[in-house]
Structure formats: structure tokens, C-alpha cells
């Protein structure tokens, strides 16, 4: 059951269990101690509503842990997740903070994605592909909690939860220019380093079962067996694409396996191809 508002970039899910596997909120594999620390912190985060900004890999979950934290939280509003890439570069003004209908333009009134998030939490996705000027307009809104409207003569008051992440270091960014330092002190407070699979070694095999039994159940099919050798195999690789390409892999190794055992010879690394196998 899933709401999808204004523009294909807002993605906004009310029944996380029923939505489909890129956004689950509700299953969160951490078994690594690095993962279990990282839970913790998420869990204290939850029990306020400063902005947190979370540096990651792509692939590695920020998505995902941004919508626990929201689901933690209790907030009784949307979690609207928005990939700041996807604005456009002359709308992207009216689209993040809305506009108010414009007879002259043919505009009806629009809240954006902070409005569409009131009372709850928005996630802004590679914040840092935010232009400089919608970074400062960004800040103004958490300083002020209040939003100007495109066109708007008053400010609207905003209760949104602002969760953003990064792919990049953004301090090297406000040191090079290109990104908002106000913004960036602003975010930094509450920061949580998500490390890349390869570093939380402890987290490939329950992450691999995991994935294994969601879409075996989704296939209706019993589950395959990983062998020992596959085991090795799944613990030898680097992950370069983190936990999205290893969920491909154990998804298409199922469509493969057509057996009680799940090979070597069965994996698929979507970063790579397959590999030799002895
Ligand atoms: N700890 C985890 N437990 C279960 N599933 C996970 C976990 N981490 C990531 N996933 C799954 O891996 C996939 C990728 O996660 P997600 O989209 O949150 O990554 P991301 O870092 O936001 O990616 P991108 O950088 O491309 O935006 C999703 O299907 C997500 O459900």
C-alpha cells in the first residue's frame, strides 16, 4: 500500500511490509559488532529530531536506516525519501520547498517535498548533488522552521525530520567550495558512518540467508542450502556494490540453483559477472 504523490522522484510508503524490496524498513540484518554499534546509535537517534546526516557507500543501506530511524521515532507523518539528483535544476525550488498557485503561470498550489513530509521525516539522497543556493535555502528552513513558498507572501511553519546522506566525504567538499559549510554544521552532529560491506565481514552470510528466504518465500519455493564452499566464496569477495549487489546475487543465484544446495557456480556478482570456479 503505497502513496505516490506529485512526482515519480517522492516515494512515500505508509505499509513498509507490503512495499518492495529496495525500501523494506523493517528487516535491518546487522550482525557485525561494527553493525550492532551503528544500531545502537541509530536507536539513540530516534529519540530526538536534530537532522543526521549519514555517509555511505552506495548500496550499503543509508536508505534503509533512514527509514528505521523514522519508524523508531513514532512520527506520525510520511517518510518521503527524494534523490536530490532527480531535481530539476530550474524547478528544484518549488519542487523541495512547494510553490502557491499562480493564475498568471497556470500553477496550482504545491506543497513540495517538505510539505509532503510534514510531521514526518524527509530523506534527501546525495545531499550533496543539492545546488549551493538550495543548500542555503536549506538551511534557512532549519534554522527558521519555517518554509517560504515559491511566490508565498508568508512563511509556513515545517515539522519535518531532515535525514540526509552522502556518498562522498562532504568535509573535503566544504573545504573545495561545493558544498554549504552552515549546512554542513548544521548536519554534522548527528553523523553516522555506514561502512561498506567488506568491512563488516560478519554481516555477508546472515544478509546472504536473509535475502535467500525473502525471495525464496516470494517464489514460493524452499529455500536452497549455501555449501561451505559458497560460504567461502560470498566471505572472499570485496562487495564493491555493498549489499544491493550482493541481494542481486543471491536473487538471481535462486533463479539459477533449481536445487537443494546452492553452488558456487550458481553465484552472479552484478559488479563482475560470473566467476571461475574450480
Ligand atoms: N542491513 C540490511 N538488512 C537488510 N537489507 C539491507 C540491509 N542493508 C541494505 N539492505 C538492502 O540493500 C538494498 C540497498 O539498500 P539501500 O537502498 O538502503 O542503500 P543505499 O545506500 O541507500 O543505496 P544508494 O547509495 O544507491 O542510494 C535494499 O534492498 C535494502 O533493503
Redesign the pocket.
Given at each position: 500500500m503505497f502513496q505516490r504523490p506529485e512526482s515519480p522522484a517522492l516515494l512515500a510508503f505508509a505499509d513498509t511490509e507490503r512495499t518492495p524490496?529496495?525500501?523494506?524498513a523493517g528487516?535491518?540484518?546487522?550482525v557485525d559488532p561494527k553493525?550492532v554499534q551503528l544500531k545502537q546509535q541509530l536507536e539513540q537517534l530516534s529519540t530526538h529530531t536534530k537532522p543526521v546526516l549519514i555517509e555511505?557507500?552506495?548500496?550499503?543501506?543509508?536508505?534503509?536506516?533512514a527509514r528505521f530511524i523514522h519508524r523508531q521515532s513514532e512520527r506520525s507523518g510520511l517518510f518521503v525519501a527524494v534523490?536530490t539528483g532527480s531535481l530539476s535544476p530550474t524547478q528544484g525550488e518549488a519542487e523541495l520547498f512547494g510553490h502557491i498557485a499562480s493564475i498568471s503561470a497556470g500553477l496550482s498550489s504545491r506543497a513540495g517535498w517538505l510539505g509532503s513530509a510534514q510531521g514526518g521525516t524527509l530523506y534527501l539522497?546525495?545531499i550533496g548533488d543539492l545546488s549551493l543556493s538550495l543548500q542555503q535555502r536549506l538551511f534557512e528552513v532549519l534554522e527558521q522552521g519555517v518554509v517560504w513558498r515559491v511566490g508565498a507572501a508568508q512563511a509556513t511553519p515545517v515539522a519535518v525530520r531532515l535525514i540526509v546522506?552522502t556518498?562522498f566525504d562532504l568535509q573535503r567538499a566544504v573545504q573545495a567550495g561545493r558544498f554549504n559549510r552552515d549546512l554542513f554544521e548544521r548536519l554534522q552532529p548527528s553523523y553516522l558512518r555506514?561502512p561498506a560491506l567488506r568491512e563488516r565481514p560478519a554481516?555477508i552470510l546472515p544478509?546472504a540467508e536473509?535475502?535467500l528466504n525473502y525471495y525464496s518465500q516470494r517464489l514460493n519455493i524452499q529455500p536452497p542450502r549455501l555449501t561451505e564452499a559458497t560460504n567461502q566464496q560470498l566471505l572472499n569477495y570485496p562487495w564493491p556494490g555493498?549489499?544491493?549487489e550482493?541481494?542481486s546475487c543471491m536473487h538471481f543465484a535462486l533463479l539459477m540453483c533449481g536445487e537443494t544446495q546452492l553452488l558456487p557456480q550458481h553465484l552472479y556478482w552484478p559488479c563482475v559477472g560470473f566467476m571461475q570456479t574450480d
Amino acid at each position: 500500500m503505497f502513496q505516490r504523490p506529485e512526482s515519480p522522484a517522492l516515494l512515500a510508503f505508509a505499509d513498509t511490509e507490503r512495499t518492495p524490496s529496495s525500501i523494506r524498513a523493517g528487516a535491518l540484518v546487522f550482525v557485525d559488532p561494527k553493525s550492532v554499534q551503528l544500531k545502537q546509535q541509530l536507536e539513540q537517534l530516534s529519540t530526538h529530531t536534530k537532522p543526521v546526516l549519514i555517509e555511505g557507500e552506495q548500496g550499503t543501506g543509508k536508505e534503509l536506516l533512514a527509514r528505521f530511524i523514522h519508524r523508531q521515532s513514532e512520527r506520525s507523518g510520511l517518510f518521503v525519501a527524494v534523490n536530490t539528483g532527480s531535481l530539476s535544476p530550474t524547478q528544484g525550488e518549488a519542487e523541495l520547498f512547494g510553490h502557491i498557485a499562480s493564475i498568471s503561470a497556470g500553477l496550482s498550489s504545491r506543497a513540495g517535498w517538505l510539505g509532503s513530509a510534514q510531521g514526518g521525516t524527509l530523506y534527501l539522497d546525495e545531499i550533496g548533488d543539492l545546488s549551493l543556493s538550495l543548500q542555503q535555502r536549506l538551511f534557512e528552513v532549519l534554522e527558521q522552521g519555517v518554509v517560504w513558498r515559491v511566490g508565498a507572501a508568508q512563511a509556513t511553519p515545517v515539522a519535518v525530520r531532515l535525514i540526509v546522506s552522502t556518498s562522498f566525504d562532504l568535509q573535503r567538499a566544504v573545504q573545495a567550495g561545493r558544498f554549504n559549510r552552515d549546512l554542513f554544521e548544521r548536519l554534522q552532529p548527528s553523523y553516522l558512518r555506514l561502512p561498506a560491506l567488506r568491512e563488516r565481514p560478519a554481516d555477508i552470510l546472515p544478509l546472504a540467508e536473509y535475502f535467500l528466504n525473502y525471495y525464496s518465500q516470494r517464489l514460493n519455493i524452499q529455500p536452497p542450502r549455501l555449501t561451505e564452499a559458497t560460504n567461502q566464496q560470498l566471505l572472499n569477495y570485496p562487495w564493491p556494490g555493498n549489499t544491493r549487489e550482493l541481494e542481486s546475487c543471491m536473487h538471481f543465484a535462486l533463479l539459477m540453483c533449481g536445487e537443494t544446495q546452492l553452488l558456487p557456480q550458481h553465484l552472479y556478482w552484478p559488479c563482475v559477472g560470473f566467476m571461475q570456479t574450480d
